[in-house]
């Protein structure tokens, strides 16, 4: 509109005149903006050129890995204890995370909240997270403030006070925040699907509930401790101006004194495999909405599984262009959102098609799931929508590290579970070696065996819609409460 | 002709004899500026370390150029410029965005909408190419319109529902801001949302969207010789907008009086209040010392109040708050919610207590070291993205019409002494105070 804007009529002009006009003015604009018609095309994939990732093992054992970066002048530091929840005793679940919870909160002659405000008073932030197989401790600050910082950090790692006040505080807040998460119908599957697919198996563990929590003691914090915060079971990662070999001489100036010791490490075998598909119920009263989770167990991270894993992931549920999303919200219109994911861990991993759906159409919607996880492993992938997967998994790969924390998250996991390159430098041509053929064998292996169907909502709603299956009713807390057969309604 | 870039400058970070205990951490990166012959700003910053990049472009138009009765209509603009352009089918968009694994997002204020996205760096000029389309040619029809204005409404419902506090944080809004032009959300009344037709969208794109009204920022990984011919291959033909109206509504000059209010409503769940002060405006120089005294009382576990009301008396459950710009106007605002009637007198009283304490004595140097440090990290951490740098660069040249030197504005707030808090304290946190008392009907 605005380009014929531009053209104006003056006095009665001839037919001609006019037809002159826009041959020399509109046509010409026209005709030069011929580009605007359609999406240019993009330039050639540069190479991913991301910093090396150095590494050494210091004398007591403990691991560093160092990346430069100029220009960055803060440090960013992960401290990864190569325990997480799977570690905690049976019959202890969330020990591994109560005692991370631990570190910050005082020593012999610092109180917790010194501990924040020394953090603070380096320009820095602190937090810890614990994951299956590991645990890791985030600390970031003002360059200028390296040593403080690593002898901080060291103070911490090494002698935690564990001190009554603290534990109870860390109970409460602990307490309450998982009861807040509860009341999220997403959070409440997924507690429940840990337990249930992997019911004899420590990644069962991820699932803590809010009263775990209350008998914990000073004795089971120190035990859990002592038995794996040890040099030789942690590894350092440091990313800042410092070379590896600037790096070692500090490091090791501040943690050499931490001491090595044996870590006993259980054996795990993999998860079994369902001997049917369970639909599993938590019923939620007057829920606006179902949440529906499936969830498999397939190989582990180091697994040759993994790449092929990835691409089938972004296929069947990775973005709103992906398949689930298509049909379940676009076509269908039953859901709010249909999505899968893929996590690996170094056991085995969990794959997981989520979605969140009107009540009244809860069934047909774990229906059409169940009709894209069987056509996924039923029929390869046509090649298209193979190769616009695998560019958006490309393309998506340098975001996954844009942050300051993903930056070092990323380099953590492939340092806690020991992975190559392809996870790094090599990611784009491993995302480009994968072809429809492998995707389709691992689909048939991963996706083709007995799942763990969870429904999160209000049981008199969807109940009718459920009768030809066997309903197992479970509390938020994965209690089984009873059984409604096939064929029984409510 | 003009030859462009017009101006290039470099800007970085100095390490300045300024400062005597937090030395500003030494950190270089380009940026360039230059404008177009159609009056669209173009701001340029290089970074080739990761292979992406961030192209935002904002438009000078957020709801203070609302008239009245027809508030919400740049949040409705904002969401119509998805709705598809002259080559660009609805929601296309997002959907090439999402196709070449790339973020985007859009966001509307009262003095500005801003839409962006980062993508991977061989895919830049497709983002060119879409954000030129919609700027020159949006499509704006019936059907667009009134599936935005469904979409609205439903999210105004949703947030009512969710958020209990939505409607006493509007109304505290409108007693620290009592110029018209700030009565209203920037999401708009319902009933004005309803009214809007057809053409007031296409008069209210016609009038502010346009390259003379805008500023595009592109930063990460670009090639240098290529960036400018594109650049100007997509945007330099588009037209300007004649004239661009002023918002229509004056804002006064002048802060107001304090006010005390009780606020009772259903909807509140628990005991809570909120406090303000009107403050100086972002272009002041009393604002470099303010946005510390933002740090001193809210950021961190350690800060003043933090620890206190939550850590030592446990006289709140939530705190939050701090300096809430609108335009080139600002006030300091604190919200407490705590369990009952006592502990909420206690909370007041032990807030009162601290800005005393402020505007009596000044603040110990190791606690002011640690302000800064908590500072210089916070500000690092806005230029560390792509998008963080983007977004920096673009909200700091629509409030000051200039690229600032980041090692420049960084200095003037290490400058600051605890001699000046103590002064600003008494200017700003002494008379005049606005507050908001919550109760549950």
Known sequence: MRIEASFHDSARPSRWTLLLLFVLTVAPIRAQERFRRSPPFPNPLPKLALPAIRSTVLSNGLGLSVVQKENHPLVNLNLIIMAGESASPDELPGVATFTARMLDKGLLDISANRIHETIESYGGSFSAEVHQDYTIFSLSFLENYLDDALDLLSRMVREPLFNRREIDNVQRVLFYDIEYKMRDPEFIAKHVLYKILFKDHPYKKMAIDNDAFKNFNRRHLTTFYNTYYKPNNAHLILVGKLNLAAATRKISRHFSTWSRGEVKRAIMPPPKDLESTRICFVNQPKAKDTAILIGFTVPSINSADAFPLIVLNQVLGGTPNSRLFMNLRESKGYAYYAFSSVDLFKNCGLFTLRSRVRPEVSYAAIRESLREIERIVNLPIPNHELEQAKSYLIGNFPLTIHSMSSFINRISTIRAYNLSEAFWNQYYENIMLINSGTVFQTARRTLGKNAVVMIVGDIYTISDQLRDFQVEVYDPHGDLQYIINKGAVE | ?441
Request: hydrophobic share 40%; aromatic share 10%; with cysteine.
């Open chain 2, 1 to 441: 002709m003009k030859r462009l870039p017009a101006i290039v400058v470099v800007l970085c970070f100095l390490t300045s004899p300024v400062f005597s205990v937090q030395e500003a951490p030494s950190l270089t990166f380009p940026v360039s500026g230059f404008t177009l012959k159609n009056g669209l700003h173009v701001i340029l910053a290089q970074d080739n370390s990761l292979p992406l990049v961030t192209v935002a472009i904002a438009y000078r138009v957020g709801s203070i150029n609302e008239s009245r009765g027809k508030t919400g209509l740049a949040h409705m603009l904002e969401n119509l410029m998805f709705q598809g352009s002259r080559h660009i089918a609805p929601m296309q968009h997002v959907s090439f965005i999402h196709k070449i694994g790339g973020t985007m997002n859009a966001a509307t204020t009262e003095d500005k909408t801003l839409f962006y996205q980062t993508i991977p760096s061989h895919q830049l000029v497709l983002a060119l190419w879409l954000e030129a389309d919609r700027m020159m040619s949006l499509r704006l029809e019936s059907s667009s319109i009134i599936r935005v204005k469904q979409s609205l409404l439903d999210e105004i419902r949703n947030r009512k529902e969710r958020d209990p506090f939505l409607a006493c944080s509007l109304y505290f809004d409108r007693m620290l801001f009592p110029d018209e032009s700030y009565h209203h959300p920037v999401f708009g009344k319902e009933s004005d949302i309803r009214m809007v037709t057809i053409e007031d969208a296409r008069r209210f794109y016609s009038q502010y969207y346009g390259p003379n009204n805008a500023v595009l920022c592109i930063s990460g990984s670009f090639d240098d010789d290529e960036i400018i011919p594109q650049i100007k291959k997509y945007f330099e033909t588009i037209p300007p907008i004649k004239q661009i109206p002023p918002p229509s509504i004056s804002v006064h000059e002048n802060p107001p009086g304090g006010r005390e209010e009780i606020y009772e409503d259903y909807m509140i769940p628990l005991p809570g209040f909120y406090l303000g002060y009107r403050i100086a405006s972002p272009l002041h120089e009393d604002f470099y010392p303010l946005v510390l005294i933002e740090y001193i009382l809210l950021h961190g576990m350690s800060s003043r109040l933090q620890s206190r009301l939550i850590r030592r008396e446990r006289s709140a459950f939530r705190l939050s708050g701090g300096i809430d710009i609108k335009k080139d106007l600002a006030a300091f605002r604190i919200f407490v919610q705590n369990n009952n009637e006592a502990t909420k007198e206690l909370a007041r009283r032990s807030i009162q207590s601290e800005l005393n304490n402020m505007r009596n004595f000044p603040i110990p140097d190791r606690e002011f070291d640690k302000i800064k440090s908590m500072f210089i990290a916070d500000f690092i951490k806005q230029y560390y993205t792509s998008e963080d740098k983007a977004l920096r660069l673009i909200n700091t040249y629509l409030l000051k019409n200039k690229i600032e030197d980041p090692s420049q504005e960084l200095a003037k707030y290490l400058a600051v002494t605890p001699a000046t808090i103590v002064g600003i304290m008494n200017r700003y946190f002494g008379r005049d105070q606005f507050s908001l008392d919550l109760k549950r009907k």
